[in-house]
């Protein structure tokens, strides 16, 4: 059994690395990622793989996700779901980072709701 898990999380580990690299990340960026981002390890690849590739669509660059690798957390529904919310209020993803998607439900609510409130 640690045979196979270890084989699998050698095998993500080799599967995001070249997915990132692939993306313009440094092999210490990817270090950092692994560092900072542990369950890459033994997450599933196509579902991890599924989320980048959401934020990425959403004109969220890989080195914002670097800085906030906590964000792959949430399922790829979710993410959408929030990207959608604050696309309709025009959040810059540039301008204001990514923070805001590493939050609670109710903390993201409030911040949407304060956000609604400014513009």
């Known amino acids: 059994v ?5 084989d699998y999380m050698k095998r993500n580990f080799k599967n995001i690395s070249e997915q990132l690299q692939l993306l ?8 950092k990622f ?3 981002y542990p369950p890459a390890f033994y997450a599933s ?25 906590r964000i792959l957390e949430f399922s790829a529904n979710n993410l959408k779901n929030r990207i959608e919310e604050l696309e309709r209020i025009g959040y810059d993803f540039k301008k204001h980072g990514v923070t805001i998607l590493d939050s609670s439900r109710r ?3 409030a911040k949407l ?3 609604n409130e400014e513009g």
């Open 2 to 6: 640690l045979d196979l898990s270890s």
């Open 24 to 31: 313009g990340c440094t092999a210490e960026e990817v270090k």
């Open 34 to 36: 692994f560092l900072d």
């Open 45 to 69: 690849f196509e579902k991890l793989s599924n989320k980048i590739n959401c934020l990425l669509e959403s004109d969220i660059n890989i080195k914002q996700l670097l800085k906030k690798p």
């Open 107 to 109: 903390r993201f609510e």
């Open 113 to 115: 709701e304060k956000l």
